[in-house]
């Protein structure tokens, strides 16, 4: 299958501050997805970025295929962002990485 | 729109038994997954079902099985349980075919199952 990995594994973050989580992945893929699960283990999806860039207010994702990584772009952080984030990437199934945890600080 | 509604959200269980969790996709969402996220494993795909056949299978025991009705809804079924089938069992589906975000998934809150 592919592997996915994603990094940092852990993040504690004042409120304010800006991060990028990393997603690397071994094989070609069409379809790269990212995800926030909140305490309550809702997964909510973020972005559907196969390739290129896209934003949705203060989250932005970046993803090079031809390079197999993905970037996720959190600024301005909120405590309402903790939780964990997911990139799936999808070859016969989706492949899910280990995820970043973040903990925003008030 | 309604989203993806899963059932029971939460149960216990004793070893030995067995269990059914139910997924009722978003309307016109012909794709229903399953995975199961445990601390140690991570997040892992189960099956995948489409217009009531089995897509795909993941890497676990035939006591796991699902399906699919006419309607969409999916079904697993865990077997014989064990210790170990403890975990967060999400379902997600994808509208699937020509249309705009056709393998976008959209996950319901899961079901939480403790094996004792």
């Known amino acids: 299958g592919i592997q996915v990995e994603q990094s940092p594994p852990d993040l504690i973050l004042q409120e304010g501050a800006n991060s990028t989580l990393r997603c690397n992945f071994s094989?070609?893929?069409?379809?790269l997805q990212w995800f926030h699960q909140n305490p309550w283990g809702q997964l909510i999806n973020l972005f559907y970025?196969?390739?290129g860039t896209k934003q949705n207010g203060r989250l932005s994702a970046t993803t090079v295929a031809t390079e197999r990584y993905s970037l996720l772009y959190i600024s301005s952080s909120q405590t309402t962002d903790s939780g964990v984030y997911f990139c799936?990437?999808?070859?016969?199934?989706?492949?899910f990485g280990t995820g970043t945890s973040l903990t925003v600080i008030p | 729109k309604a989203g993806v509604t899963q059932t029971p959200r939460y149960l216990i269980k004793t070893r030995g038994q067995q269990v059914t969790l139910s997924c009722s996709p978003i309307?016109?969402?012909?794709?229903v997954s399953w995975y199961q996220q445990t601390p140690g494993q991570g997040l892992q795909f189960l099956f995948e079902?489409?217009?009531?056949?089995?897509?795909n299978k993941g890497n676990f025991p035939g006591r796991f099985s699902g399906r699919q009705f006419s309607n969409s809804r999916s079904e697993m079924n865990v077997s014989t349980l064990e210790l170990g089938d403890s975990a967060l069992y999400l379902c997600?589906?994808?509208?699937?075919?020509?249309?705009?975000?056709?393998?976008?998934?959209?996950f319901g809150a899961g079901s939480r199952l403790t094996v004792l």
């Open positions: 997600a589906s994808s509208p699937q075919g020509a249309v705009r975000g056709a393998n976008v998934l959209t």
């Open positions: 094989d070609s893929v069409n379809n």
């Open positions: 970025i196969p390739s």
């Open positions: 799936a990437v999808k070859g016969n199934q989706f492949y």
């Open positions: 309307s016109g969402h012909r794709s």
């Open positions: 079902y489409f217009s009531e056949t089995q897509r």
